[in-house]
């Protein structure tokens, strides 16, 4: 029987995989993902300049070994965009990961306890989304040295509402079903039941959820460091060097262009995977859109 229920699951799974694969915009999205994230790190180590060196003078037009020029503090442009990749992705993951983490523990012990404890759980979401956001991020953001982890625990702070009601929708619905009853008759505790039945029953709308948390991770970040109210000096990311460079927009484009449309792929391949992940995982799904 054991060996049965384990090839059904692995059987699922190169369904799940097949129909992924088969998106082939899904596809060529985590290839770019995947090279600019390799490239993030990789590159830096065969550029001529470090991203803190400023001996080159500022505002240098590109060329000389300078892809995109240097800043006004004489940095090189490209080293900088690398730099600030390497933490916009970290954020963007740390944030997804420890948020679709919380999210779908409130919401499987919230649909699968019910009652009171749905009640206050589900309170609590609606306390948090009714927080005003901006002004609380600035005030955690001023109290903390705003390095770039402090500001990936603000974003999660605010970003795992929305998987945690997702997440009970789907744990209401399953708690109903008999292996679950099963389960519960047969001794089964609140977390075996939520590890062993709820969260496994689930996990594909948890992928797809935590994929699309990194797209919002992004551009949440960039936005508040383009208001000043994200990542600082010494550390970077893709929305300080917009911030930094918008007003070059018109006399040198490419300082600001670079970091802009690096937001943006990062932003449109993750949503594309998402896409994928969702119809790769939906098994009402007959054809695969690419």
Not at 251 to 261: A, E, K, N
Request: no cysteine; charged share 15%.
């Amino acid at each position: 029987m054991r060996h049965e229920f384990d090839a059904k699951a692995r059987s699922q799974t190169s369904i799940i995989l097949g129909r992924f694969v088969r998106h082939r915009l899904a596809m060529v999205s985590l290839a770019v993902l995947v090279l600019l994230a390799v490239a993030s790190f990789v590159v830096p180590m065969f550029l001529k300049f470090s991203y803190a060196d400023t001996r080159a003078g500022s505002y240098l037009r590109p060329g000389g070994g300078h892809v995109l020029g240097t800043d006004q503090l004489g940095r090189d442009a490209f080293a900088q965009l690398l730099r600030g990749t390497q933490f916009s992705l970290a954020i963007a993951f740390t944030v997804a990961i420890s948020s679709t983490i919380v999210g779908v523990l409130i919401g499987a012990v919230a649909g699968y306890l019910k009652g009171l404890v749905d009640s206050s759980l589900m309170r609590l979401v609606d306390l948090f989304l009714i927080v005003p956001q901006i002004a609380l991020t600035a005030l955690l953001v001023h109290a903390f040295a705003p390095s770039w982890y402090i500001v990936a625990a603000v974003l999660a702070l605010f970003n795992w509402m929305q998987i945690a009601r997702i997440t009970r929708g789907e744990a209401l619905s399953l708690s109903a079903r008999e292996f679950v009853e099963a389960s519960r008759a047969s001794g089964g505790g609140t977390w075996h039941i939520v590890f062993k039945h709820l969260i496994p029953n689930m996990i594909g709308t948890i992928t797809v959820n935590a994929t699309l948390s990194v797209s919002t991770a992004v551009l949440t970040e960039a936005a508040l460091s383009f208001i000043g109210l994200g990542v600082q000096l010494p550390d970077t990311s893709l929305g300080l060097i917009v911030q930094d460079n918008y007003t070059q927009v018109l006399l040198r484009p490419w300082l600001f262009w670079g970091p802009f449309l690096a937001i943006v792929a990062i932003s449109m391949t993750i949503s594309f995977i998402g896409d994928g992940l969702r119809d790769a995982f939906d098994p009402r799904q007959t054809k695969v859109r690419a």
